[in-house]
Every structure is written in C-alpha cells, then in structure tokens.
C-alpha cells in the first residue's frame, strides 16, 4: 500500500494585539510534526482570510524551516483572483514547499469554464505541484466533477483536497483517481477520513487534527498497515469529537479556542472572528474533559 498522508490545517498563533507569533506557530509545528502529521499552512483553520500577503509568506517561510524535511509542507495559496493567486503562488513556491492547495476563488461567482481557467493559468505559473480545494459552503463556488477530470490532466496538477462536506462529492473525485495513477483525492471532513482511505484517498487535511493530532495520524497510519479496525476505532473517536465540539458554533472557531484552552499562546483569531465567553469556554473545557484531553 502507499503511504497514506496525514496533514493538519494548521492554526495560525496571534499575540494580544492581533499581531502573528511566529514562535507559537512553529510551537504548534513541533507538535503536529511529533505526531507524524504532514502541515497545510494558510489553510481555513489558519485563518487564511485575515492574513496578508506578506504574512502568507513569511509563515510558510517558518513553517518550512521549523519542519526541516521532516514531513511535508502544503499552503493554501487561494485568493479571490487569478493574478494576485500567481503571485502568492510563485513566492511560497521559492520556499521549499511540497505543493501548493489553492482554494477556489470566493466572493466572485465563477463559471466551470472560469474556475478551469483559473487553476490552469495558475498550474503554469509554477513548478511546485498544485492541489486543488473545494469547499463550496464557504467560497460558493464549487468545482465539478467534469471540471476536476479535465483539470487532472495538467500535468502540474496533481489532487483536490474534497471539503464538501458528503460523501457525493468525495465519491465523485474518487473515481476521476481511480483511473489515474498521478492524481490524489485529499478528504477535508474530519467524519469521514476512514471511508475515503478505504476508497482510495491519498491522505486527509484535517482542522480537527490541532486538538487530537495523535488520533488523527492513527486512523491514516493503522489504515496504512493494515489494521482496519484499529483505523476504524480512531475515527469512530474523531467523529465523536467533531460531532461535540463543532456542535458548539463554527468549526474552525472551536477548534482554535479548543487549542487555546489547551495552550494560551495560540491566542485568539483576529476580528470579527469568535468573541470568547467564559459559558462557551466550561462548555469546549466539557467536552475535552470527556475526550480526556486534559485542560
């Protein structure tokens, strides 16, 4: 079997002031990185829409020189347009970076024809592999199955991170790989990591991955050695936790203040994001409590 690629979205550290702490997040790199897991830097769970340009690049910088080929790098190099996504794209690509995701283009309605044009105009611009990524409750665009075959054809182009949410659009993907062999399917739900190894998916990037990172490289791990069951016993646990925590307000938002409450130097996300109360605060401390992640 292949390896199987665990890699977590990686939350980005903010001091009191707003201001990024880069010592924090690459605290947070030697975390992921004991567990196992592979790095999505400047992804929805790093707070990749509140960030500069500048900032992009210089946390990839970091995350790549703290990593030291330890595991493998991605960043989310998505912004609403092509051209302000090729420049991202050719900066981070200097930096050592193992593939590029590129989130579809939001705010702006695409058409198919659009977003082909889009990722292909970006998939020349560099020659770090591009991964493209769906997400379409937060973009509103959403990258069709006929659209992902056409693009899977770039050369440059080399897998789709899924984070529609169900199985039809995982599935979807799934067969366009099957019949590929240069071509990975990366799942984004964390309730579904399993099923899409056992359809075969190259690995999962994962938010949920900053609260239990040993848990989630335990389903893609035993998965990979054979161990079914054990890799079905960890996600049975994941799902779990999704369902409690992600029951309490927006994914991402849980998950940063669930690692906050675990370490204080993550630091909140910046504004407009989640205003902390001390009643949601006893209610994400309860269900770490009852995951025994000690708080």
Excluded: W
Excluded at 179 to 190: A, H, K, M, T, Y
């Amino acid at each position: 079997m292949k390896e199987l690629l665990p890699f977590v979205a990686l939350v980005t550290c903010f001091d009191e002031n707003e201001a990024i702490d880069y010592a924090a997040v690459r605290k947070q790199v030697r975390r992921q990185v004991a567990a196992g897991n592979n790095i999505l830097a400047c992804g929805t769970n790093g707070d990749f829409t509140s960030l500069t340009f500048a900032e992009k690049v210089r946390i990839c910088a970091e995350v790549v020189e703290e990593v030291a080929g330890k595991v493998k790098v991605f960043v989310n190099a998505g912004t609403p347009s092509s051209y302000e996504t090729v420049m991202l794209c050719k900066e981070v690509a200097t930096l050592g970076v193992d593939g590029i995701a590129v989130i579809t283009p939001y705010f702006i309605g695409c058409t198919q024809e659009g977003l082909y044009a889009h990722y292909s105009r970006v998939a020349d611009s560099v020659d770090k592999p591009i991964y493209l990524y769906d997400i379409p409750a937060r973009t509103q665009n959403h990258i069709e199955p006929e659209t992902c075959a056409r693009l899977a054809d770039h050369p440059n182009i080399l897998g789709i991170k899924d984070s529609g949410g169900g199985k039809e659009s995982l599935d979807a993907y799934l067969e366009i790989a099957r019949g590929r062999d240069d071509f990975d399917v990366f799942s984004g739900p964390d309730s579904l990591i399993h099923y899409a190894l056992s359809q075969g998916a190259g690995g999962c990037i994962s938010g949920l991955g900053n609260v239990m990172p040993d848990t989630l490289n335990a389903i893609c791990k035993s998965y990979e050695k054979g161990d079914v069951e054990g890799s079905l016993r960890h996600q049975e646990l994941f799902t779990q936790l999704r369902v409690d925590l992600y029951g309490l307000g927006f994914a991402p938002a849980m998950v940063k203040r669930a690692l906050y409450l675990l370490d204080s130097s993550v630091g909140a996300s910046r504004q407009p994001a989640l205003i902390p109360t001390p009643e949601l605060d006893e209610k994400i401390k309860a269900v770490l409590n009852k995951f025994e992640i000690e708080v």
